[in-house]
């Protein structure tokens, strides 16, 4: 392991970002940032601040503490640096070596990493794509502890390299950790990285846990894992409930929407449906409100605003829709052809969906019609990683490089 400090003058140059985009899908883990202001009008075409090469991987970049993070693989190594937000340059740098082979179905994706760093308390964790979780301190860089949970597991991550996204919670930092068919959604200590729970009850999935508060006064954490939809308590790791669900090949990776006590989970051909959870007396369900078969989300998360989730379906080449969230009911959707995926976010009254061809998508939140307003190229590379919007821009993660993009 090498760690490179580079010290910076003056960083701000641009206006500072703050805890902007501090996790997986924004601080808040659903695709809402506030921080990031749409412009009265969109410009014809977006001024890039800086680009610098940073390696390849769809993790996406993350905002906090007036810095940029960003983990991905150069060679046999996955790297981890702080950047400065005004001209990209690197603060501190760790490197550590991740030897890993590609199934042959994902080869196209690369071998990068693809879950997102987590901010939290003045740490950063990433998890890599063989499975290797890393707390550093997030000011100098100091790696502060480091599991590769090769002891643990026949397979340290599932058929096609780890993708879920580490969350904070309760001074832990949960992971779901091991390979396919056998694992553990795991929480440990965020500084010292000694495991506090372990629940074991099915292998990783592909999708990020959510939180889940107020029903029957707990706090739970919500995920897809493998084979199910889950609920653990965040205090212990106790199963509440689960529903069983799969697609094909094992491929869950939609992270659930929570809202008040409804989750909302979707998958590959499977539509979308609605879960309502409660507890009497000690017993957990989640009962289905609703479901539909059409649209459904394979990678793409969808936001929710105003009782409506916006999307992206990814049948007829990937289309966007509108959904009534108390229903089900298709409000409008677009023809297909707009992308195999796309990670969306909100913004006011703005979605902003970048799709993996670069094209970054602006329309309204409109429960009435797909009103689209700009669209931009951003990168001359496939865009897999979710774009961090903050105050000074919106960051682009491409194959092998990340920009600010100021609008």
């Given at each position: 392991?090498?760690?490179?400090?580079?010290?910076?003058?003056?960083?701000?140059?641009?206006?500072?970002?703050?805890?902007?985009?501090?996790?997986?899908?924004?601080?808040?883990?659903?695709?809402?940032?506030?921080?990031?202001?749409?412009?009265?009008?969109?410009?014809?075409?977006?001024?890039?601040?800086?680009?610098?090469?940073?390696?390849?991987?769809?993790?996406?970049?993350?905002?906090?503490?007036?810095?940029?993070?960003?983990?991905?693989?150069?060679?046999?190594?996955?790297?981890?640096?702080?950047?400065?937000?005004?001209?990209?340059?690197?603060?501190?740098?760790?490197?550590?070596?991740?030897?890993?082979?590609?199934?042959?179905?994902?080869?196209?994706?690369?071998?990068?990493?693809?879950?997102?760093?987590?901010?939290?308390?003045?740490?950063?964790?990433?998890?890599?794509?063989?499975?290797?979780?890393?707390?550093?301190?997030?000011?100098?860089?100091?790696?502060?502890?480091?599991?590769?949970?090769?002891?643990?597991?026949?397979?340290?991550?599932?058929?096609?390299?780890?993708?879920?996204?580490?969350?904070?919670?309760?001074?832990?930092?949960?992971?779901?950790?091991?390979?396919?068919?056998?694992?553990?959604?795991?929480?440990?200590?965020?500084?010292?990285?000694?495991?506090?729970?372990?629940?074991?009850?099915?292998?990783?999935?592909?999708?990020?846990?959510?939180?889940?508060?107020?029903?029957?006064?707990?706090?739970?954490?919500?995920?897809?894992?493998?084979?199910?939809?889950?609920?653990?308590?965040?205090?212990?790791?106790?199963?509440?409930?689960?529903?069983?669900?799969?697609?094909?090949?094992?491929?869950?990776?939609?992270?659930?929407?929570?809202?008040?006590?409804?989750?909302?989970?979707?998958?590959?051909?499977?539509?979308?449906?609605?879960?309502?959870?409660?507890?009497?007396?000690?017993?957990?369900?989640?009962?289905?409100?609703?479901?539909?078969?059409?649209?459904?989300?394979?990678?793409?998360?969808?936001?929710?605003?105003?009782?409506?989730?916006?999307?992206?379906?990814?049948?007829?080449?990937?289309?966007?829709?509108?959904?009534?969230?108390?229903?089900?009911?298709?409000?409008?959707?677009?023809?297909?052809?707009?992308?195999d995926n796309a990670a969306l976010a909100r913004a006011g009254e703005t979605i902003l969906a970048l799709t993996t061809d670069a094209q970054l998508v602006i329309f309204s939140a409109s429960r009435d019609a797909f009103k689209e307003i700009r669209k931009y190229t951003v990168a001359s590379s496939p865009t897999w990683a979710h774009p961090a919007l903050a105050s000074a821009g919106i960051l682009i993660k491409d194959e092998n490089s990340l920009a600010l993009w100021r609008f």
């Amino acid at each position: 392991m090498r760690r490179i400090f580079i010290p910076v003058g003056c960083l701000l140059i641009v206006a500072p970002l703050t805890a902007d985009w501090s996790q997986w899908r924004g601080s808040a883990r659903d695709g809402v940032v506030d921080t990031f202001k749409p412009p009265a009008a969109w410009p014809d075409s977006p001024t890039q601040v800086w680009k610098r090469d940073v390696g390849i991987g769809h993790s996406s970049p993350i905002v906090a503490a007036g810095r940029v993070f960003q983990h991905a693989r150069v060679g046999e190594e996955e790297v981890v640096r702080a950047l400065d937000p005004a001209a990209g340059k690197v603060i501190w740098e760790q490197r550590y070596p991740a030897a890993y082979t590609m199934n042959p179905a994902a080869r196209r994706h690369g071998k990068g990493p693809k879950s997102t760093p987590l901010w939290s308390d003045g740490r950063l964790f990433t998890l890599g794509i063989s499975g290797v979780l890393s707390a550093f301190d997030g000011t100098t860089g100091t790696l502060l502890w480091r599991h590769d949970f090769a002891k643990e597991f026949p397979q340290t991550s599932p058929e096609y390299g780890v993708a879920m996204s580490p969350i904070a919670i309760g001074g832990a930092v949960v992971a779901h950790v091991g390979g396919q068919g056998n694992g553990a959604l795991s929480a440990f200590d965020a500084a010292t990285g000694k495991l506090k729970w372990s629940w074991r009850g099915d292998g990783p999935g592909y999708a990020s846990p959510t939180v889940m508060s107020g029903v029957g006064g707990i706090r739970q954490l919500v995920t897809q894992t493998e084979r199910h939809v889950i609920s653990v308590n965040a205090a212990d790791g106790k199963l509440l409930w689960q529903v069983p669900f799969t697609t094909a090949y094992n491929q869950n990776s939609v992270t659930p929407i929570v809202r008040g006590d409804i989750v909302f989970n979707s998958g590959l051909d499977r539509g979308i449906a609605a879960l309502r959870v409660s507890s009497i007396a000690g017993v957990w369900k989640a009962d289905q409100l609703w479901q539909v078969s059409d649209p459904s989300n394979y990678m793409s998360t969808p936001v929710l605003h105003d009782g409506v989730l916006y999307g992206l379906g990814h049948r007829d080449s990937g289309h966007f829709f509108a959904m009534d969230a108390a229903t089900g009911k298709v409000l409008w959707r677009t023809g297909g052809r707009q992308g195999d995926n796309a990670a969306l976010a909100r913004a006011g009254e703005t979605i902003l969906a970048l799709t993996t061809d670069a094209q970054l998508v602006i329309f309204s939140a409109s429960r009435d019609a797909f009103k689209e307003i700009r669209k931009y190229t951003v990168a001359s590379s496939p865009t897999w990683a979710h774009p961090a919007l903050a105050s000074a821009g919106i960051l682009i993660k491409d194959e092998n490089s990340l920009a600010l993009w100021r609008f």
